[in-house]
């Protein structure tokens, strides 16, 4: 059964900083893997996704990664801004579409 | 604009009122699914369709039931609601394995 852990569970950084999200999945058999936004009691907002033939994509700020290979991917945001603040999910698409925990984000001004 | 709908957004019951969620999506999507998000656990599916009168079960299908007549609708139906289902619902479609699925605004269900 596909496990996706996402660390870290909670990330506090100051503006303008880089940052790194990661998401690791058990199961390398994926179709495509699916990064989104969420805010506090709102819907999912869809920020990138990566299909299994590819490395990478990228979205203004934001650049993926996939390494299927060892189960990981990468979410890197430049420049950060306070506007960042949420909870970012990943979720790989295998026979069933599974999401990891999250990472909440908080961007400081 | 291409989109996924739900309603009603927001619904306080009582245990064992049945109620009816509903899901529609403008994209010609054949798939559609709908999930739970609880704290500490995460977004968890409950049943998916991959076309018209084509359903399955999920992680979590236990007192939900849903019905795919028409490509573009989905309902997710609770016969008897009872308090632990009280949470946020959220339907998606998408349209193959390959395209990004797109999410509802989710409806938040509370089960007195």
């Known amino acids: 059964k596909q496990e996706v852990t996402q660390i870290p569970a909670a990330l506090s950084v100051p503006e303008g900083e880089n940052l790194v999200l990661n998401c690791s999945f058990t199961d390398s058999a994926i179709y495509n893997l699916q990064w989104f936004r969420q805010d506090p009691g709102k819907g999912l907002t869809s920020l990138l996704l990566i299909q299994s033939s590819q490395r990478e994509q990228t979205s203004g700020r934001l650049n993926a990664s996939l390494d299927k290979s060892s189960g990981r991917s990468t979410l890197y945001i430049a420049a950060s801004q306070p506007g960042d603040s949420a909870t970012y999910l990943c979720?790989?698409?295998?026979?069933?579409?599974?999401f990891g925990p999250g990472t909440r984000l908080s961007v400081l001004p | 604009e291409a989109q996924v709908t739900q309603n009603p957004r927001y619904l306080i019951t009582v245990t064992g009122k049945k109620l009816t969620v509903t899901c529609s999506q403008n994209m010609n999507h054949e798939y559609m699914s709908w999930y739970r998000q609880d704290p500490g656990l995460g977004l968890r599916q409950i049943y998916y369709?991959?076309?018209?009168?084509?359903?399955d079960k999920g992680d979590v299908p236990e007192g939900y039931k849903v019905s795919r007549k028409e490509k573009r609708n989905f309902p997710l139906i609770l016969e008897s609601p009872s308090p632990n289902q009280t949470s946020l619902y959220f339907c998606a479609s998408r349209g193959d394995s390959l395209h990004e699925q797109f999410f509802g605004p989710g409806t938040r269900l509370t089960v007195l």
């Open positions: 979720a790989v698409r295998g026979q069933n579409f599974v």
């Open positions: 369709s991959m076309n018209v009168e084509v359903t």
